[in-house]
């Protein structure tokens, strides 16, 4: 299975510090993407890197992306208690039908 | 407007009953999904219909069988249910350049 694997499980901060999420994979990608999951609700595409990109930005999130290691990484600076969700990285093999395969998810929480 | 809805939020029901959940997407969409997550938050995918078509059909139970009448539309019926059909079930949509996935807020299923 191509299924990401997430570290930590579980995060918990204060808010105004940076949160960083990790996220290995098994095989070749196109591209990684992550996304948010609030509590009782559905996922929330956030920000999406392809393979021969290194680095990409979108507001407070950067992503980092190493092919050679098959890891990708999620920094979010500044953090909010808004940010307190559930964080996925999920893998896509190729475009068309190919299945976007998530990771396990690490759980943030951000105290006021 | 909601781009992915699906009915209904959640379902309580008894073991060996029938029931259906329903999704729509607005989003004008060819490619649709319906994954299910279990309490420790794995997100496993488990069908996707491309313009009404079955491209997607992992290793699920023949119990579950998901209609798409078109291909705004893709339906789950679930037969003879069972305690571990417990979950939460998101239906999603996407295009297939980029397979960025759009949810719907998700059907919280309770099987007594």
């Known amino acids: 299975s191509q299924q990401g694997e997430e570290d930590p499980q579980a995060l918990s901060i204060q808010e105004g510090e940076n949160a960083t999420m990790n996220c290995s994979y098994k095989?070749?990608?196109?591209?990684l993407q992550w996304y948010r999951q609030n509590s009782g609700r559905g996922l929330v595409h956030l920000i999406l890197?392809?393979?021969?990109?290194r680095e990409k930005h979108s507001g407070r999130l950067r992503v980092t992306l190493d092919t050679s290691k098959k890891s990708s990484s999620l920094l979010i600076t500044a953090s909010r208690a808004a940010d307190t969700a559930s964080y996925f990285c999920?893998?896509?093999?190729?475009?068309?039908?190919?299945?976007?395969?998530f990771g396990t998810g690490t759980k943030l929480q951000v105290i006021p | 407007d909601t781009a992915v809805s699906q009915t209904p939020k959640y379902l309580v029901t008894q073991m060996g009953n029938d029931k259906s959940i329903k999704c729509e997407q607005n989003?004008?969409?060819?490619?649709m999904y319906w994954y299910k997550q279990d309490s420790k938050k794995f997100l496993k995918i488990m069908f996707s219909?491309?313009?009404?078509?079955?491209?997607i059909n992992e290793t699920v139970p023949n119990r579950f069988s998901p209609k798409s009448p078109d291909k705004a539309h893709l339906n789950l019926h679930i037969n003879s249910l069972e305690l571990g059909d417990s979950a939460v079930y998101f239906c999603?949509?996407?295009?297939?350049?980029?397979?960025?996935?759009?949810f719907g807020a998700g059907t919280r299923l309770s099987v007594l």
């Open positions: 999603a949509s996407s295009l297939p350049a980029k397979n960025i996935q759009y």
């Open positions: 095989t070749s990608i196109n591209n």
């Open positions: 890197i392809r393979s021969n990109e």
């Open positions: 999920a893998t896509d093999p190729s475009g068309g039908y190919q299945k976007v395969t």
């Open positions: 989003l004008g969409h060819d490619t």
């Open positions: 219909y491309n313009n009404k078509e079955l491209i």
